[in-house]
């Protein structure tokens, strides 16, 4: 017979647990960080992860200037997310949010990285991508 401090614990873990989930729509940032442009929940539209050979021939497709929502409708939600500072030593840096999708199925596996720019209307758009070694 289980005592019934221990079924206590037990029901107790996952209500505390939910306190400490982001509300639906919510961004959360961390160390005083800007929130990333992704929308949890904010699939319409957007297709299920390619294969890496699949990938290999949208990246070709993939052009500057190019929306955000299109590249996560071509790609799926990036596996990785964030902020790089680009253009320091050359005088005029920027902020590029930086996406990345990484291929299991790949031997060994690989990975997509892109880089987005903001334009004057406040959008993300494409700046350059590559396959990093």
Request: glycine share 10%; charged share 15%; hydrophobic share 55%.
């Given at each position: 017979m289980i005592p019934i401090h221990r079924i206590l614990l037990l029901l107790s873990v996952p209500v505390?647990?939910?306190g400490c989930m982001p509300q639906s729509g919510e961004v959360t940032t961390i160390g005083g960080s800007l929130p990333l442009?992704?929308?949890?929940?904010d699939t319409e539209g957007i297709q299920a992860r390619p294969s890496y050979e699949n990938a290999l021939q949208l990246a070709d497709?993939?052009?500057?200037?190019?929306p955000q929502r299109v590249v996560e409708a071509m790609f799926g939600s990036p596996d990785k997310a964030g902020y790089k500072e680009y253009g320091r030593a050359a005088g005029a840096p920027?902020?590029?949010?930086?996406?990345?999708w990484v291929f299991q199925d790949a031997i060994p596996p690989r990975a997509l990285s892109?880089?987005?720019?903001?334009?004057?209307?406040g959008n993300w758009r494409v700046n350059h991508g590559d396959?990093?070694?």
């Open positions: 505390f647990g939910f442009p992704v929308l949890p929940g497709s993939v052009k500057v200037g190019m920027w902020r590029a949010l930086v996406w990345e892109i880089v987005f720019q903001q334009d004057a209307s396959w990093p070694e």
